[in-house]
């Protein structure tokens, strides 16, 4: 088979060992690369039980055959381990450049185990892999480890934790290429706790392809899509994902004030249409994508930097009742160098803010303090004071005052930007996420309010799951080859399955495609019913279920959890309490679990 | 008149974020406003039809533009017109 890279590398940091062995190809048949491979391979590493911040849990980074192919998006990279923030399974994905590298070192799979007894990093040339001190690195900024590395924008690569890792915060993202992330659930805490400060890889290593013919076909009829599409050849490259802000504004979704209003009087002055004309610099891209969403905005405190996108706007923004387009920016880049998870920090300070103003707890942090967004995240990092309550996440953190209530979370993640109350489809994809809450695991967005690829009424809650479902499993399957979801709004699901035959030379339909992704959905769920997680933690936070939305269009509904929940889990092929059967785990060759 | 909001591109290509012009109909407002601003119309309409994914709001509600173009339009209403947008 090609595409694939046949090898696992294998480090134990306890002992210091550096293994290498094939990787198992029935197993990179059924899950392909990146997430699906990632979550198969945590299932036989990280029993039941494990602490996730002990030397038992598993970092597994994971590419897939598209990987560094060249094909349109094909720089992304995958993350597995178990979740510190909510003890679930884990998989967090990021772009850039260092995945594409990764793949260049001749490996699919690096599993860093242990714990170091001081700081080290580890460096990958090759196919030689060496662990090196890091005492000098340790304590230092993402930006500057990465410059001490010899970070080469597409000759050498580093992947690293900054002081929030370093200091276990529980939202702690692991960072590649200076300014990109694989952030949510708190994979920065795993590798922190490892004492592992940064991986760096260079490889020369070249991708081959079963059907080079078919394969450049495909490439060039996605480049003519992603330049027909006005999504991928215009709004994103103009406005960036900030164009959401007003949209998600006007039909009363936008989480306000901790979720308090589901509208925010200041969304135009931190839109993506006011970041173009103020403080935007110009557009970028990771390797291998001309869709150009990235930002690079310019700010006298910051100068020139990545972002910021609309989820850490929003959490930034509206979640903590701030209009100030540059406090935002300048947020975004200390997380981005602290390396903490945006939507996280932001949604995490935003409950700060509303155990503040109800007396909970006794500090300055008050809804529209922008002027403490930079100091707080210092604080979260190092921490400090209310700080080291904060760098637990906002679940630990409500819970410890005496308001759990007061995190807008679901299973410990903090919800990204969209007011379920405002698009109920979307609540129930948020509930049955198995990370947490999760956007970015399907989104009902498209459905609901944008009409890709049509319009479906948002309120309406029957009939509902189906395309949960179906937004689930494709989601699950892109994570798993591992593409950009940005290019399935110009690309259908299709082409990608076309791709994966032309590169592996095994043939994938597009139903293929996709029941990998529902494989994937089913094992992570069985991982967390392993864990001890029950259909009581597919759920909602109380606010979102029992307080009418107050603001707009959205006045007056909450989310109708509980229908939606028995007909998706009816749809799924699972029990009335939500365990896949094991009809449907022999249906997806899992009935080894 | 109705009040109407412009997003993305349609704010740079008419250089205005908002305007009030008259219509019975979303279909009549949306005439009214290519006949005012012709560079609009290639970001709304593909050979006389609403270019797919534009979307409309009336007060907030998001319209089916295969149903909704005839929907009549009060003097109250707030309508937002945005371009083929995406994010995550």
């Known amino acids: 088979m090609t595409g694939w890279n046949e090898k696992i590398l294998d480090i134990d940091l306890t002992t210091g060992s550096i293994k290498t062995y094939p990787l198992d190809m029935t197993m990179a048949r059924l899950f392909v690369g990146g997430r699906g491979l990632g979550v198969r391979l945590l299932w036989d590493l990280v029993g039941p039980g494990v602490d996730p911040l002990s030397p038992e849990n598993v970092l597994i980074f994971t590419n897939g055959p598209l990987t560094g192919t060249a094909y349109q998006t094909s720089n992304r990279f995958s993350v597995s381990t178990k979740s510190p923030l909510t003890g679930t399974i884990l998989d967090a994905n990021s772009g850039g450049f260092w995945g594409m590298q990764f793949k260049r070192t001749g490996y699919a799979v690096l599993i860093v185990r242990g714990k170091a007894e001081k700081p080290v990093y580890i460096e990958i040339k090759d196919e030689k892999a060496e662990i090196h001190d890091a005492s000098h690195l340790w304590g230092l900024h993402v930006s500057e480890t990465t410059s001490r590395l010899g970070q080469d924008r597409n000759r050498r690569n580093v992947l690293c934790v900054g002081p929030a890792g370093e200091n276990l915060s529980r939202i702690a993202a692991i960072m590649n290429d200076g300014q990109r992330a694989l952030a949510r659930g708190g994979p920065g805490a795993v590798m922190g706790s490892k004492n592992l400060k940064a991986i760096v890889v260079e490889g020369s290593g070249k991708t081959e392809v079963a059907d080079p013919e078919q394969y450049k076909f495909m490439t060039y009829e996605t480049k003519k899509l992603l330049a027909a599409s006005p999504l991928t050849s215009q709004a994103l490259p103009e406005f960036g994902t900030v164009v959401m802000m007003n949209l998600v504004n006007n039909v009363g979704a936008l ?7 589901n509208m925010f009087e200041g969304a135009e002055a931190i839109s993506g249409e006011t970041l173009s004309e103020t403080y935007l610099v110009k557009s970028d891209a990771c390797w291998a994508c001309p869709i150009h969403c990235t930002r690079i905005s310019k700010t006298e405190k910051t100068g020139e930097v990545e972002g910021p996108e609309f989820q850490t706007t929003w959490a930034f923004g509206a979640q903590c009742g701030i209009a100030d387009l540059e406090a935002i920016i300048e947020a975004n880049f ?9 939507i996280s920090a932001g949604s995490t300070i935003g409950c700060a803010m509303e155990l503040s103003e109800r007396g909970y707890v006794d500090s300055d942090l008050r809804f529209g303090r922008a002027d403490l967004l ?8 190092y921490r400090r004071g209310l700080g080291a309550d904060m760098a637990e996440g906002s679940w630990r953190l409500a819970t410890t005052y005496g308001a759990p209530e007061l995190s807008m979370s679901v299973k410990g993640l903090e919800m990204p930007a969209y007011d379920p109350r405002g698009m109920q489809g979307q609540g129930l994809l948020l509930a049955t996420s198995n990370r947490g809450a999760c956007h970015m695991r399907g989104n009902m967005l498209g459905l609901e309010v944008l009409g890709l690829p049509k319009l479906i009424d948002r309120f309406q809650v029957q009939g509902k799951s189906s395309y949960v479902i179906l937004n689930q499993n494709s989601s699950a399957a892109i ?8 290019a399935s709004m110009g690309v259908a699901d299709e082409y990608f399955a076309r791709t994966l035959t032309a590169v592996t030379g095994i043939p994938y339909a597009t139903g293929d495609m996709i029941r990998v992704g529902e494989r994937v959905w089913n094992l992570e769920r069985m991982y967390n019913l392993r864990e001890g997680f029950t259909c009581k933690d597919d759920t909602l936070p109380t606010r979102l279920l029992h307080e009418p939305a107050p603001d707009g269009p959205t006045k007056g509904w909450v989310v109708q959890l509980e229908p939606m929940l028995k007909e998706y889990y009816r749809a799924r092929g699972w029990d009335s309490n939500g365990v896949p059967t094991p009809k449907k785990l022999a249906e997806l060759e899992l009935q080894e679990l | 008149m109705a009040l109407i909001k412009l997003y993305a591109i349609l704010r740079t ?7 009030t012009l008259p219509g019975e109909s979303i279909q009549e407002v949306l005439g009214n406003i290519c006949r005012e601003y012709p560079g609009l119309v290639r970001f709304l309409f593909e050979e006389e039809k609403l270019r797919p994914r534009v979307i409309l709001t009336v007060n907030g509600q998001t319209l089916d533009p295969a149903t909704g173009l005839n929907q009549s339009v009060s003097e109250q209403d707030q309508i937002g017109i945005f371009p083929p947008v995406a994010g995550g």
């Open chain 1, 334 to 342: 200390l997380c981005n160098d602290l390396g903490f998870d945006t």
């Open chain 1, 374 to 381: 930079a100091p707080t995240l210092e604080d979260m990092a």
């Open chain 1, 255 to 261: 989480a306000t004030r901790n979720h308090q209003h």
């Open chain 1, 479 to 486: 994570d798993s080859l591992v593409l950009c979801k940005f």
């Open chain 2, 13 to 19: 290509a008419s250089g205005k974020k908002e305007l």
